[in-house]
């Protein structure tokens, strides 16, 4: 029964390669990539050469290590090369833009950023506050806790609908 079995082995290295190929589709990241390429290279290369079952399984696992620790990485870097990281959390509200909705009293006010929440305010710079009245655009500079740092918004820097 068992030489039956090694007779069709090629079968479970397609099925295998197969499996690993949508896998790959669902994370995006290589790696099973690579497996899928060692299980077709070593062991259904060697199986359609009549190598014994041993022999395939150490082929694939060994092109599938070394494809995991060569071309995978030079895959990332070249697919991830010039692409800023995608800034999230309180790193993605610098820089964003919002508008004043409550007055500052004692250096604090409320701003409702572009993304539609609203933050307790404080101005960057204190001399500042003239510039922040109710309805004028600002900037956040930073994040201090639940405090967003803002400073008004340059005039060139407006867009042309009066925003």
Same mark, same amino acid.
């Given at each position: 029964?068992l030489?039956?079995?090694?007779q069709?082995?090629?079968?479970a290295?397609l099925?295998?390669?197969?499996?690993?190929?949508?896998v790959e589709?669902?994370?995006l990241e290589?790696t099973f990539?690579?497996?899928?390429?060692?299980?077709?290279?070593g062991?259904l290369g060697?199986?359609?050469l009549?190598?014994?079952?041993?022999l395939?399984v150490?082929?694939?696992?060994?092109?599938?290590?070394?494809?995991?620790f060569t071309?995978?990485?030079?895959?990332l870097?070249?697919?991830?090369?010039?692409r *800023?990281?995608v800034?999230?959390?309180?790193?993605?509200l610098?820089?964003m833009?919002?508008?004043?909705?409550?007055?500052?009293?004692?250096?604090?006010?409320a701003?409702r950023l572009?993304n539609g929440?609203t933050?307790?305010?404080?101005?960057?710079?204190?001399?500042?506050?003239?510039g922040?009245?109710?309805?004028?655009?600002v900037?956040v500079v *930073?994040?201090a806790?639940?405090?967003v740092?803002?400073?008004?918004l340059?005039?060139?820097e407006r867009?042309?609908e009066?925003d």
């Amino acid at each position: 029964m068992l030489p039956d079995l090694i007779q069709y082995l090629w079968i479970a290295w397609l099925v295998l390669a197969l499996v690993c190929v949508i896998v790959e589709l669902l994370t995006l990241e290589f790696t099973f990539l690579m497996l899928a390429v060692g299980a077709l290279l070593g062991g259904l290369g060697l199986s359609l050469l009549h190598a014994p079952w041993w022999l395939q399984v150490v082929a694939a696992a060994v092109i599938s290590t070394l494809l995991l620790f060569t071309i995978r990485p030079l895959l990332l870097r070249l697919i991830r090369r010039g692409r *800023e990281p995608v800034r999230t959390n309180v790193d993605a509200l610098r820089g964003m833009g919002a508008r004043v909705v409550g007055p500052f009293v004692d250096g604090a006010g409320a701003v409702r950023l572009d993304n539609g929440e609203t933050w307790t305010a404080a101005p960057a710079v204190r001399e500042a506050v003239r510039g922040l009245s109710v309805g004028a655009r600002v900037v956040v500079v *930073e994040v201090a806790g639940a405090t967003v740092r803002v400073a008004p918004l340059d005039p060139e820097e407006r867009s042309p609908e009066g925003d």
